[in-house]
């Protein structure tokens, strides 16, 4: 559910009908495809086929982990340090492992890649794709294995019953699984759809950079898009470690974390998210950025943002700082965080677990597009580069009698 502070009125929106039409057609699209970590192949075909599409401006290579650099051509960067900003390609979702026909019956065996509540797989229906991901066959979860045991066992595994026991010939190893929910759609501006985490991430980003590409001196930013995080930064930590990004490069990493409805509402505009669970991010960046959103919001009267912690789960920023880069976050507040309804119900027992769609607020990613625009122009700008310390300064001057 939206908060009640998504729903106060606020000024009317700056964008046209068909600015926010094609936002809402990129998301509709990229958080429909089916990805899961490892098997991000449908995304990363989206993304070389838009690139493609823009080959006179933009550029896009594979590393050796399969990530992707999005990065502009001909571009003059000017002695500036780059700007990275990164999502990831995959969500939560189930990876074929085998199959078998026992009778009539028609079973696979998946293992499930990410992390979601061990109650809501009981009986829970999923659709299992092809393995060119073209057609989907449904199945029930008739048993599940909730045990980890790393390395010889990463992942929770199930076995789902098929309806249409002639597709298991259809189905191989290695086939995406996800859970079976209802096709994606806009309601009342807020977007509903199977993979919200981080897909729409990828979309904000390519949506931006699109922008970014035809400003003259901005040949200093390109995109990062990683595979795997879900089970372990897996993508991220191959980048870091690579040598693909440069040393003095910023990366500013785009999430989409849950929502907490009288915290981090839905619809309450992009997040600033000074740190996660594990640790706190790059001071200086994130401090950067949050004066360019402030100083936004001060012009602009239909721009807001947050401010927040968001401890809810570990995100790409910290691994990048881990190997030593200065790294920020900016999110879309989400509900039904990895595809869970209710989840803090559900733990606490008061409520059955339900499967749902993921949910994100169009003018979220929409007030997000424009921060990632304003901090790719303004980030090297003088009045932020200061940080708080002009600030201080000015308090010392006035206030410094006090205590001499």
Known sequence: MVSMAAKKKSP??????????????ALLRLTSLPTASGVEHRVVDFVE?????????????RDRFGNLLVRQRRAKPRGRKPIFVTAHMDHPAFVVTSTKAEGTRAL?????????????FRGARLEIFDRAARKAYEAVIESVDSRVDFPRKPFVTVTARLAQPSALRRITAGSIARWKLPKAEVKRDILHSHACDDVAGVAVALLAFERIVRISGLGHVSLLLTRSEEIGFVGAIGAAKSGIIPKSARLICLETPRSFPYDSPVGGGPIVRVGDKTSVFSPGLTNQISAIAADCARRDPTFKYQRKLM?????????FAAYGFPSACLCMPLGNYHNMQDIDGVL????PARIGREFISIDDALGLIDLLELVARRLDAR???????PYMERLWKRLRRVVT
Not at 108 to 117: K, N, P, Q, Y
């Open 12 to 25: 009317k929106s700056k964008y046209s009908p068909s600015q926010r039409s094609a936002v809402e057609r």
């Open 49 to 61: 086929n838009w690139a493609a599409a823009r080959k006179n401006r933009v550029a896009v290579q």
């Open 108 to 120: 696979v065996s998946l293992e499930f890649r990410g992390w979601v509540a061990p109650p809501y």
């Open 348 to 351: 606490a027992g008061r409520v």
């Open 311 to 319: 401890a809810g789960g570990t995100c790409e920023a910290t691994t």
């Open 383 to 389: 009045e932020v580069s200061g940080g708080h310390r």
